[in-house]
């Protein structure tokens, strides 16, 4: 074997071992992507059994008040119609629940009056410090 036919072939082998290198770190960056698409895959399916689980809850708070509301219509519906005015628990209810309300709309009104002449108030001292 002549001194060009030891180089070529020193070279093929340093060729072919470079080649297996890169063969062993693509290898190894493919196994290393597996594991992590295989992480990020359990970390989907969990995070996706939370939503289910939640809005399987949800679904169930719901079709417990809706069955609430068909008994509670049912119930009515039994009920035998006094025969005055019908329209009078009706409205003794109605009567209840707008002197709850009135109490909170008065301070509501109170407060928004006051956070209006607080804001009124401020945007004076604005503008007299813009001229001084």
Do not use: F, G
Request: proline share 4%.
């Amino acid at each position: 074997m002549n001194m060009s036919e030891t180089a070529s072939l020193v070279q093929l082998q340093k060729r072919r071992t470079d080649l297996e290198n890169e063969l062993s770190s693509a290898t190894q960056r493919e196994v290393a992507l597996e594991k992590e698409l295989e992480k990020l895959e359990e970390e989907l399916a969990a995070e996706l059994e939370e939503r289910i689980k939640a809005k399987n809850t949800a679904v169930e708070r719901l079709e417990s008040t809706k069955s609430d509301l068909e008994k509670r219509l049912r119930e009515l519906q039994e009920r035998p119609q006094p025969s005055q005015a019908p329209e009078e628990p009706l409205a003794k209810e109605a009567e209840a629940l707008e002197q709850e309300q009135q109490p909170a709309e008065a301070a509501d009104i109170d407060i928004q009056a006051q956070q209006t002449e607080e804001t009124r108030e401020r945007h004076k001292e604005e503008k007299k410090r813009k001229w001084y």
